[in-house]
């Protein structure tokens, strides 16, 4: 078993900047992947932005180039920096992490991009 603790949501205007930290309980390295979801009020939860063991990336169309993921060993932590945050980015902000038979999740964060 994993547990993920998430941080860094909240309040932030259009054109603001957030990083969301994601700390696992175990190694980094024991995932075959890492990543950020959210969901919206009556949507389906998205993914946002991945990263492989192996350090690949990927993002969803509507983040490229606004979102960037990364992971630091030493503090055995992923980061989701969004910058040039837009009302549609609200939602709630989930950390995922899967290894070859288990999906874990983080209890959410909440980011909501408003004027």
């Known amino acids: 078993q994993a547990q993920l603790v998430e941080s860094g949501g909240g309040l932030v205007q259009p054109g603001g900047s957030l990083r969301l930290s994601c700390t696992p309980s175990?190694?980094?390295?024991?995932?075959?992947?890492m990543g950020w979801y959210r969901q919206a009020p009556g949507m389906q939860r998205e993914l946002v932005a991945g990263i492989t063991k192996g350090g690949t990336t990927n993002y969803a169309d509507s983040v490229k180039g606004r979102f960037t993921i990364s992971r630091t060993n030493a503090e055995n932590t992923v980061y989701l920096q969004m910058n040039s945050l837009k009302p549609e980015d609200t939602a709630v902000y989930y950390c995922?992490?899967?290894?070859?038979?288990?999906?874990?999740w983080g209890q959410g964060t909440q980011v909501t991009v408003s004027s």
């Open positions: 995922n992490a899967v290894t070859p038979t288990n999906h874990y």
């Open positions: 175990k190694s980094i390295f024991n995932f075959n992947s």
